[in-house]
């Protein structure tokens, strides 16, 4: 029995996947509930388990490709009909079978010879002045993030045919429009059969080829690797972004068109803190079995700075400041393969144990790749950590619709005056971007000369 493998709908306002990696190739055996591929959508990286025991039999969809949700990408000859596998060999099919029989095809060099026989419909799709339009009243289907980035690029939706499930506008719609200037160029074609082949957008040329090579020879290697791979030159390498990649260039670029950056610094005396960390967590670990981190302490004295100075807790819509009761802290999270911001709920209820393993659990998560889409979204302000690998302090880019984001530094030992006489303090520099859209640098230090002061005065408890 054959079984049907679709992209799955991650979230609410999530429509459509891009399948970053499959780990399973025709013919192999899967289990029930076995990671068979991961995807990257507009919120998450996920692994996602196989429908059904059996055997893969077919890969519809390739890996760097985006296709809406429910599409199918692939099918499972079920256990009970694995024997029956081998036959449909797509290998053997081009020289021993009809050309009718194999016209879903996955592969790449097969991708293209559809086309010919969807020639005779071509013409009148191609040159129809009047393509279907949402101008008429309907609904416009789109997400989040395809609303932001065509007002970004001052697109009317209205004017754009989505090539996606149902009419959907796409992400790769909008990036098509931004490619061509803006201006809708002829309606994209139609998202084909669920079976055949996604497309993916077309890459812009590589700024500049090297001596003797054509840019556009170089585009069109890049567009044409399915997946697209790195392509060596004699004195570079141009490597494609991930999809990961792209997403994070998106965002941060928005936040920094969006939101005026102001940044402030303060220094930290951790003297304290790190003496009752240092005694406390061996007995912590082997008590609750979690390893204890500096990352609690500074929630929770973020938590006493956003209850004295809610202004920080806040989004902006519009004209509109939006002031949060909820408390949910944002954790930034470097990854092998790029960067991620579960959020600690209603960090506010939480004790420093609750926020030590909840911090803990969402960063594991987030590195197996295992994160639910609802986990990284809701925040209402962030932390990132950058003196875990070294560094002194940061600038961080502030993570929308958030006002703020706090960078935390390196702690380490340096000599400081001490009621007038140097002494040797575990000292920490911490940063906060803010947007001085709502929040002024008054505000900015009052909340910084908070955390600072919870932290050196530290009283609650560890064990």
């Given at each position: 029995?054959?079984?049907?493998?679709?992209?799955?709908?991650?979230?609410?306002?999530?429509?459509?996947?891009?399948?970053?990696?499959?780990?399973?190739?025709?013919?192999?055996?899967?289990?029930?509930?076995?990671?068979?591929?991961?995807?990257?959508?507009?919120?998450?990286?996920?692994?996602?388990?196989?429908?059904?025991?059996?055997?893969?039999?077919?890969?519809?969809?390739?890996?760097?490709?985006?296709?809406?949700?429910?599409?199918?990408?692939?099918?499972i000859d079920a256990a009970g009909s694995a024997a029956a596998a081998p036959a449909p060999a797509p290998a053997k099919a081009e020289t021993s079978a009809p050309a009718a029989k194999t016209p879903a095809a996955a592969t790449p060099a097969s991708a293209p010879?559809?086309?010919?026989?969807?020639?005779?419909?071509?013409?009148?799709?191609?040159?129809?002045?009047?393509?279907?339009?949402?101008?008429?009243?309907?609904?416009?289907?789109?997400?989040?993030?395809v609303r932001r980035m065509a007002k970004e690029h001052g697109i009317d939706l209205a004017t754009v045919r989505g090539t996606g499930a149902g009419g959907r506008i796409s992400k790769q719609d909008i990036e098509a429009l931004i490619a061509a200037g803006g201006v809708p160029a002829a309606a994209p074609p139609a998202y084909s059969a669920p079976g055949a082949p996604a497309r993916t957008?077309?890459?812009?040329?590589?700024?500049?080829?090297?001596?003797?090579?054509?840019?556009?020879?170089?585009?069109?290697?890049?567009?044409?690797?399915?997946?697209?791979?790195?392509?060596?030159?004699?004195?570079?390498?141009?490597?494609?972004?991930?999809?990961?990649?792209?997403?994070?260039?998106?965002?941060?670029?928005?936040?920094?068109?969006?939101?005026?950056?102001?940044?402030?610094?303060?220094?930290?005396?951790?003297?304290?803190?790190?003496?009752?960390?240092?005694?406390?967590?061996?007995?912590?670990?082997?008590?609750?079995?979690?390893?204890?981190?500096?990352?609690?302490?500074?929630?929770?004295?973020?938590?006493?700075?956003?209850?004295?100075?809610?202004?920080?807790?806040?989004?902006?819509?519009?004209?509109?400041?939006?002031?949060?009761?909820?408390?949910?802290?944002?954790?930034?999270?470097?990854?092998?393969?790029?960067?991620?911001?579960?959020?600690?709920?209603?960090?506010?209820?939480?004790?420093?144990?609750?926020?030590?393993?909840?911090?803990?659990?969402?960063?594991?998560?987030?590195?197996?790749?295992?994160?639910?889409?609802?986990?990284?979204?809701?925040?209402?302000?962030?932390?990132?950590?950058?003196?875990?690998?070294?560094?002194?302090?940061?600038?961080?880019?502030?993570?929308?619709?958030?006002?703020?984001?706090?960078?935390?530094?390196?702690?380490?030992?340096?000599?400081?005056?001490?009621?007038?006489?140097?002494?040797?303090?575990?000292?920490?520099?911490?940063?906060?971007?803010?947007?001085?859209?709502?929040?002024?640098?008054?505000?900015?230090?009052?909340?910084?000369?908070?955390?600072?002061?919870?932290?050196?005065?530290?009283?609650?408890?560890?064990?």
């Amino acid at each position: 029995m054959a079984v049907d493998i679709v992209m799955p709908q991650m979230g609410e306002s999530i429509f459509e996947g891009t399948i970053t990696k499959w780990l399973k190739k025709p013919g192999d055996k899967v289990e029930r509930d076995e990671p068979l591929f991961e995807i990257s959508t507009d919120k998450v990286d996920a692994e996602i388990p196989s429908p059904s025991a059996g055997v893969l039999k077919e890969i519809k969809v390739g890996e760097g490709q985006t296709v809406p949700i429910q599409t199918i990408v692939g099918v499972i000859d079920a256990a009970g009909s694995a024997a029956a596998a081998p036959a449909p060999a797509p290998a053997k099919a081009e020289t021993s079978a009809p050309a009718a029989k194999t016209p879903a095809a996955a592969t790449p060099a097969s991708a293209p010879a559809p086309r010919p026989a969807a020639a005779t419909p071509a013409p009148p799709v191609a040159t129809a002045p009047a393509t279907p339009s949402p101008q008429d009243g309907s609904r416009i289907h789109s997400s989040p993030l395809v609303r932001r980035m065509a007002k970004e690029h001052g697109i009317d939706l209205a004017t754009v045919r989505g090539t996606g499930a149902g009419g959907r506008i796409s992400k790769q719609d909008i990036e098509a429009l931004i490619a061509a200037g803006g201006v809708p160029a002829a309606a994209p074609p139609a998202y084909s059969a669920p079976g055949a082949p996604a497309r993916t957008p077309t890459a812009p040329p590589p700024p500049g080829a090297a001596p003797g090579v054509s840019g556009g020879l170089a585009h069109v290697a890049l567009e044409t690797a399915v997946p697209r791979e790195k392509i060596y030159f004699g004195s570079y390498e141009v490597q494609p972004m991930s999809a990961m990649r792209q997403r994070i260039a998106e965002h941060m670029v928005a936040s920094k068109r969006v939101s005026a950056h102001v940044y402030s610094v303060d220094e930290i005396d951790m003297t304290k803190v790190a003496a009752l960390r240092a005694r406390a967590k061996e007995e912590f670990e082997r008590r609750y079995g979690t390893k204890l981190t500096f990352m609690p302490f500074f929630v929770k004295a973020a938590v006493a700075g956003l209850r004295a100075f809610p202004t920080l807790n806040a989004s902006l819509d519009g004209t509109n400041v939006v002031l949060h009761k909820d408390i949910n802290i944002g954790i930034a999270v470097a990854l092998d393969w790029g960067l991620l911001v579960p959020v600690v709920k209603n960090a506010d209820e939480k004790n420093l144990l609750g926020i030590q393993r909840t911090t803990n659990d969402l960063a594991e998560r987030a590195r197996s790749k295992k994160l639910k889409p609802e986990e990284v979204q809701e925040g209402t302000f962030s932390i990132t950590n950058p003196g875990v690998f070294g560094g002194l302090f940061g600038l961080p880019v502030i993570s929308q619709p958030n006002v703020g984001i706090l960078g935390l530094g390196a702690i380490e030992k340096r000599p400081v005056v001490v009621d007038d006489a140097i002494a040797i303090r575990s000292m920490c520099y911490v940063t906060l971007s803010y947007d001085h859209r709502v929040v002024d640098g008054a505000i900015a230090h009052q909340f910084l000369h908070k955390v600072k002061e919870t932290l050196e005065n530290w009283s609650e408890p560890v064990l």
